[in-house]
């Protein structure tokens, strides 16, 4: 067994209720099981860990979690509480946990500060937001992009710690092309065109050109962008429609994101990602509990790469990015 870190595993919590969320992605049979895995820990999860060679998990709140609560007082203070309790999870075992931190983007000054403590105060590693968030009413999504979020970044370049951009399902206004085809909704295909096309917003912006050290980290291998970015430049190069940004889509694929193997094991598409960024920028994860951790550590302890890139991309990575022990 390969000894690996894994970024994107997922914990809920029943207070404040935030697990019930997850429900939704589940068949009634399959929820009370998925449900216990989310809340445990230090229990089930570990001894899994242990089978599977993960010496370190990085835990994250569960999706859309604190970004689809419209009412922002409650996401200030769910989020607080939750990174409180995270915090308490990683100090029972420090020697095997990490956490990112949530926060209520709703309020951009309010996820600043919180931000600042996680990371200042509790030790957290960085930030999982989950993609746009919900302000003031279910109907009124900001992506991070948005003009209000210039000193929350400034914060996260100055803290030097990443962000990990993780899906949501489009809002129901963005979710006409789904209509009638359900299936496509969430893990299946939406979140991917939902967190690439955001991703492309950050770019497109000139984030990366204010703030040319920050890191983002994408789930699935990169929610599709490292097999098309060669395509986007191409064309945006042919008709620039107004973009006004210093370097390539594909320079800031390869100097400000890494990406990590959560819910897609699948050797071609790993190597294109290798290809496309290099084994520098590429992190293990499993995806836990919606995906199997042992089908996650099997595909990878088997892969034929050479030994210098499995470690990277097993645990060397993220000790650099995460700046962990
Ligand atoms: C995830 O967090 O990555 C996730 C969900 C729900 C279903 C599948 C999935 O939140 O990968
Ligand atoms: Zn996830």
Redesign the pocket.
Known sequence: MIPKIAL?E?FGASDPDIVQQ?AE?FTPEAWPVHRDMLLDVHGKRLAAMDECGIERAVLSL??PGIQSLHDTAQAVDWARRLNDHAAALVAERPDRFSSFCALPMQDPEAATEELTRAVRELGLVGALVNGFSQVGDPETVVYLDDPRYADFWARLAELDVPLYL??RDPSPANSQIYQGHPWLM??AWAFSVETGTHMLRLMGSGLFDRHPSLTVIL?HLGELLPFNVWRTDHRVGVAPRGIGIERSFGHYLRHNVVVTT??NFRTPALLNVIQEMGADRILFSA?YP??DMHEAAAWFDGLELNEGDLAKIARDNARRVLRLP
């Open positions: 994107e997922h997850s992605h569960l999706a993780h899906p969430g893990s789930g959560s819910g995806d919606f995906e």
